[in-house]
């Protein structure tokens, strides 16, 4: 399966961005889909999952309460909305996609990476 992430941009903190995560291939619905950031200097880290119907998505403490994991199987699609954005929420945000485990929260568990989004968070 082929990902790409768009929906990136500079925004003011305490503003939201939705983030969205386009898949080609076959069986989409049978993946579970994760969000990941790699901040300036910073190691890559599990931001949201969402697996395959019917279980639930897992959150980040850093972003739980002010995201929203979704995903429309018929359009292949998985959006990561924000909200109450920080400066420390810049990162560049890669979608990941796996049929290995169903809520991973390790990098490794992932198979297929798309090229990543760039959010900046403005204070």
């Known amino acids: 399966v082929q990902l790409q992430a768009s929906g990136g941009g500079s925004v003011q903190a305490g503003g939201s961005l939705r983030l969205s995560c386009a898949a080609s291939g076959r069986a989409f619905s049978s993946y579970a889909v994760g969000w990941f950031r790699q901040g300036p200097g910073k190691d890559r880290e599990f931001v949201a999952v969402?697996?395959?119907?019917?279980?639930?998505?897992a959150y980040a403490d850093s972003v739980k309460g002010r995201s929203t994991i979704s995903r429309d199987d018929e359009k292949e699609t998985v959006y990561l909305d924000i909200g109450t954005l920080r400066p420390e929420d810049t990162a560049v945000y890669f979608c990941a996609a796996t049929r290995r485990t169903v809520r991973s929260r390790s990098e490794n568990d992932y198979d297929y990476w798309g090229q990543g989004t760039q959010v900046t968070v403005s204070s």
């Open positions: 969402i697996p395959w119907s019917p279980n639930r998505a």
